[in-house]
Each structure stands twice: as structure tokens, then as C-alpha cells.
């Protein structure tokens, strides 16, 4: 029975080598849960920019619809200002 300690050695061994394969194991799982989370949060930040990005454009054209009818406004303010003062003029007001 010579062989024993080897024996035993040899199974102590290989009993550390599955305590470290199953550590690597549990460390790998909890990376992967870890990069699954991220990835969930990445493509919930990616959802969130292109909502942003829509109400952005919405917006500007929502801007330059507002500019323009403003530039229409005026002029028509001016034109019916340059009216009124013609009408003044003429009945010498």
C-alpha cells in the first residue's frame, strides 16, 4: 500500500483543481450577468437617444414652422401698418 499517499496526493489535487475550476465557474457567471446587464442598459440608453433624437427633430420643425409663420406675421403687420398710416394721411390725420 505504497501507493496510498500518492494516491491521496494525487486526489487532493485533483480536488483543488475542481474548487478552482468551479471559482473560475462561479466568477464567469456572475461576468455574464454582469455583461447581460449592461447590454440591457445599453439598449434601453440606444431606445432612449433615438426617442430624444425624434422629439429633437419634432421640435426644430416644430422652431422654423413658428420662425416662419413669425416672418409672416410682421410682415403683415408692417403692411397693415403702412395701411393705416396711408389712410391717416390722406384724411389728414
Do not use: C, F, K, Y
Request: proline share 1%.
Amino acid at each position: 500500500m505504497g501507493d496510498r499517499p500518492s494516491i491521496d496526493a494525487s486526489l487532493a489535487r485533483l480536488l483543488a483543481v475542481i474548487d478552482r475550476l468551479e471559482a473560475v465557474a462561479e466568477r464567469r457567471g456572475q461576468s455574464d450577468r454582469a455583461s447581460s446587464v449592461l447590454e440591457d442598459e445599453l439598449h434601453r440608453l440606444e431606445d432612449d437617444r433615438s426617442r430624444l433624437a425624434q422629439t429633437l427633430d419634432q421640435a426644430e420643425a416644430r422652431s422654423a414652422r413658428l420662425e416662419e409663420t413669425n416672418r409672416e406675421v410682421s410682415r403683415r403687420l408692417v403692411a397693415a401698418m403702412e395701411s393705416i398710416r396711408g389712410v391717416l394721411e390722406r384724411h389728414g390725420g
